[in-house]
């Protein structure tokens, strides 16, 4: 899939999409697609594992199930924003190199969302 940025488009105009950025702090910021997000509103909290490629040994999904009370990472759901999103550490497996926001994949199950990552480490 392609997305071009269109002048004054901004990622929160990516309503339906589910889409990926990488922070200032390295962390990645996950924003999820409508499925995923109604899991994680019902979570409100996440355990973080990585997929890691065993040529590359470089993370290409995260996976997210949801935590014990008071565990895991926080989901955020500011005011006026239809999805959640959640920012992912990612010291355990590198830093993601600085580059645009991207769309991304989830497959979503009862218990589980996995989620591309779409950058390099």
Not at 41 to 65: M, S
């Amino acid at each position: 899939m392609r997305v071009r940025q269109q002048y004054g488009q901004n990622a929160h105009s990516r309503r339906e999409e589910a889409w990926m950025s990488v922070l200032t702090s390295g962390h990645l910021g996950y924003h999820s697609g409508p499925a995923a997000g109604e899991l994680l509103r019902e979570w409100k909290r996440v355990v973080v594992d990585f997929d890691i490629d065993d040529e590359t040994r470089k993370p290409r999904a995260v996976h997210l199930t949801q935590a014990p009370a008071g565990r895991g990472y926080k989901v955020r759901l500011p005011d006026g924003q239809r999805q959640p999103w959640l920012p992912i550490p990612t010291s355990a497996v590198g830093r993601a190199a600085p580059s645009e926001p991207r769309v991304v994949e989830e497959t979503v199950s009862k218990n589980e969302i996995v989620v591309s990552i779409p950058f390099e480490f």
